[in-house]
């Protein structure tokens, strides 16, 4: 059983960056993919980043070139830089990770882009 937790959203300026982490807890050894998603209001839920246990990351095209993924794999814990912030970026942002064929949820983290 794997727990995912969220961290580090909130409000910031346009242009401005936020990071935010995602712990994994649990009895597990290790985490093959882990990736972030969000969601707006009104929107489809969408893949934003993700990254694999040996480092190949994946963007969509609406971040690259102003979102990073990384991992710390032996803590676990998947990382989101996000710098040049749009109002469009504003969304739930969720973390996900597939540890022994099964797929787990964080439980999302607000980010909101408003001046």
């Known amino acids: 059983q794997v727990q995912l937790v969220e961290s580090g959203g909130g409000l910031v300026q346009p242009g401005g960056s936020l990071r935010l982490s995602c712990a994994a807890s649990?009895?597990?050894?290790?985490?093959?993919?882990m990736d972030w998603y969000r969601q707006a209001p009104g929107k489809q839920r969408e893949l934003v980043a993700a990254?694999?246990?040996?480092?190949?990351?994946n963007f969509a095209d609406s971040v690259k070139g102003r979102f990073t993924i990384s991992r710390d794999n032996a803590k676990n814990t998947v990382y989101l830089q996000m710098n040049s912030l749009k109002p469009e970026d504003t969304a739930v942002y969720y973390c996900?990770?597939?540890?022994?064929?099964?797929?787990?949820w964080g439980q999302g983290t607000q980010v909101t882009v408003s001046s």
């Open positions: 996900r990770a597939l540890y022994s064929s099964k797929w787990y």
């Open positions: 649990g009895s597990i050894f290790s985490i093959n993919y």
């Open positions: 990254v694999r246990s040996g480092g190949n990351t």
